[in-house]
């Protein structure tokens, strides 16, 4: 939201649009109401840029970290397996991939 600012923080200024625009700000913002309406439209704008640019650098992110990431889910992954209820440990000292069942299977009687 928009923060209110006080008629000394204002400052009058002369911009030049093309008459199309001039036509569509009129119809959507009353002639006493363009500053406001204008005020709004820019700060919308800059709020959704912003978001677009950071998206932007968070994929980037993402892209350029995911073999590192990649690496440390697969080597943490066998801590989380071990910790799985009914886990059996290997003989080798690794975790087995068989789960002992503790419940009947869906459906059973």
Same mark, same amino acid.
């Given at each position: 939201?928009?923060? #209110?600012?006080?008629?000394? %923080?204002?400052?009058?200024?002369?911009? !030049?649009?093309?008459? /199309?625009? &001039?036509?569509?700000?009129? =119809?959507?913002?009353?002639?006493?109401?363009?500053? #406001?309406?204008?005020?709004? %439209?820019?700060?919308?704008?800059?709020? !959704?840029?912003?978001? /677009?640019? &950071?998206?932007?650098?968070? =994929?980037?992110?993402?892209?350029?970290?995911?073999? #590192?990431?990649?690496?440390?889910?697969?080597?943490?992954?066998?801590?989380?397996?071990?910790?799985?209820?009914?886990?059996?440990?290997?003989?080798?000292?690794?975790?087995?991939?068989?789960?002992?069942?503790?419940?009947?299977?869906?459906?059973?009687?």
């Amino acid at each position: 939201m928009i923060r #209110r600012m006080n008629a000394k %923080a204002r400052r009058r200024i002369t911009i !030049s649009i093309p008459e /199309t625009t &001039l036509r569509l700000l009129d =119809k959507v913002a009353p002639k006493g109401d363009r500053s #406001r309406f204008i005020t709004e %439209a820019v700060h919308a704008y800059v709020a !959704s840029r912003n978001r /677009t640019r &950071l998206k932007a650098e968070l =994929k980037a992110g993402a892209i350029a970290n995911a073999s #590192r990431d990649l690496a440390l889910v697969t080597e943490w992954s066998s801590l989380d397996l071990d910790t799985l209820p009914g886990r059996k440990r290997s003989p080798r000292g690794g975790v087995s991939h068989e789960i002992k069942q503790t419940r009947p299977a869906h459906g059973a009687d």
